[in-house]
């Protein structure tokens, strides 16, 4: 393979990596991998990528691109340039073949799950937050600055969140549940409140649901705990941003 035709390839192949990130910023799904606080990085990153491939398709066939480097770059893998280019098409290919989705149930079973807001750090505003506007995150942080969990029990709650059980929980039990990401699905965390409904063995797992009703408090786990007493459990539309962000 001449080194026009496979600079020509790699550019083509660092103009689509820009694409897609920029597909994955434009249709919000670039949240389903990281924190929204470092979607810039991206977006520095499909520029970079696109300035990079111009360079590919401006630069004469005999002009190393990076220090002189280039024509050694080439007799390494003059004989097989393919494998170079399989290297670099990796990350599209699989960024194209896995479509893009958050995590759920399944990433629930190999990760420590948070029922009780220990390590969750709140702030005034979240503890005086109105009942009704409170997250799952936001229970779990007042749960966390309580001395006594019978504190919230009478108090009444509505959380979004997926179904989550297995073998450890009751019959009448599951956990209402997020994810929450410091940075991005590496760190996530797993955040839940138990609920108790009599129909619970009727859900599946990753199911949406919006879960009304009341707390008391009650052993979960060998733990003392709030659990939430539902009154109405309605299967829901998992929201456009599924994650909860610290």
């Given at each position: 393979?001449?080194?026009?035709?496979?600079?020509?390839?790699?550019?083509?192949?660092?103009?689509?990596?820009?694409?897609?990130?920029?597909?994955?910023?434009?249709?919000?799904?670039?949240?389903?991998?990281?924190?929204?606080?470092?979607?810039?990085?991206?977006?520095?990153?499909?520029?970079?990528?696109?300035?990079?491939?111009?360079?590919?398709?401006?630069?004469?066939?005999?002009?190393?691109?990076?220090?002189?480097?280039?024509?050694?770059?080439?007799?390494?893998?003059?004989?097989?340039?393919?494998?170079?280019?399989?290297?670099?098409?990796l990350p599209l290919l699989l960024g194209i073949?896995?479509?893009?989705?958050?995590?759920?149930?399944?990433?629930?079973?190999?990760?420590?799950?948070?029922?009780?807001?220990?390590?969750?750090?709140?702030?005034?505003?979240?503890?005086?937050?109105?009942?009704?506007?409170?997250?799952?995150?936001?229970?779990?942080?007042?749960?966390?600055?309580?001395?006594?969990?019978?504190?919230?029990?009478?108090?009444?709650?509505?959380?979004?969140?997926?179904?989550?059980?297995?073998?450890?929980?009751?019959?009448?039990?599951?956990?209402?549940?997020?994810?929450?990401?410091?940075?991005?699905?590496?760190?996530?965390?797993?955040?839940?409140?138990?609920?108790?409904?009599?129909?619970?063995?009727?859900?599946?797992?990753?199911t949406w649901v919006e879960v009304e009703g009341?707390?008391?408090?009650?052993?979960?786990?060998?733990?003392?705990?709030?659990?939430?007493?539902?009154?109405?459990?309605?299967?829901?539309?998992?929201?456009?941003?599924?994650?909860?962000?610290?």
């Amino acid at each position: 393979m001449s080194l026009r035709l496979e600079r020509a390839f790699k550019g083509l192949i660092l103009i689509g990596l820009a694409l897609f990130l920029t597909h994955l910023i434009v249709s919000g799904k670039l949240l389903f991998y990281i924190n929204p606080r470092f979607a810039w990085l991206t977006w520095v990153a499909a520029i970079l990528l696109t300035l990079v491939a111009y360079a590919y398709q401006r630069a004469r066939p005999h002009e190393p691109l990076q220090g002189g480097h280039e024509h050694e770059s080439h007799q390494h893998f003059g004989e097989k340039p393919w494998i170079a280019l399989a290297l670099v098409a990796l990350p599209l290919l699989l960024g194209i073949l896995v479509p893009p989705k958050p995590l759920g149930a399944q990433a629930v079973g190999v990760r420590e799950v948070n029922t009780d807001g220990l390590g969750l750090e709140g702030n005034e505003q979240i503890l005086t937050r109105d009942q009704a506007e409170r997250n799952i995150l936001d229970w779990l942080r007042a749960f966390s600055a309580a001395d006594d969990p019978g504190t919230f029990s009478g108090q009444n709650a509505r959380v979004v969140g997926f179904v989550f059980r297995d073998e450890s929980y009751s019959v009448d039990q599951f956990m209402v549940s997020r994810f929450i990401l410091s940075c991005c699905v590496a760190d996530a965390t797993v955040l839940g409140l138990i609920v108790s409904w009599p129909d619970s063995s009727s859900l599946s797992n990753d199911t949406w649901v919006e879960v009304e009703g009341t707390f008391q408090t009650g052993q979960f786990d060998g733990k003392s705990t709030p659990i939430l007493i539902a009154d109405r459990v309605t299967h829901t539309e998992a929201p456009r941003q599924p994650y909860l962000y610290p």
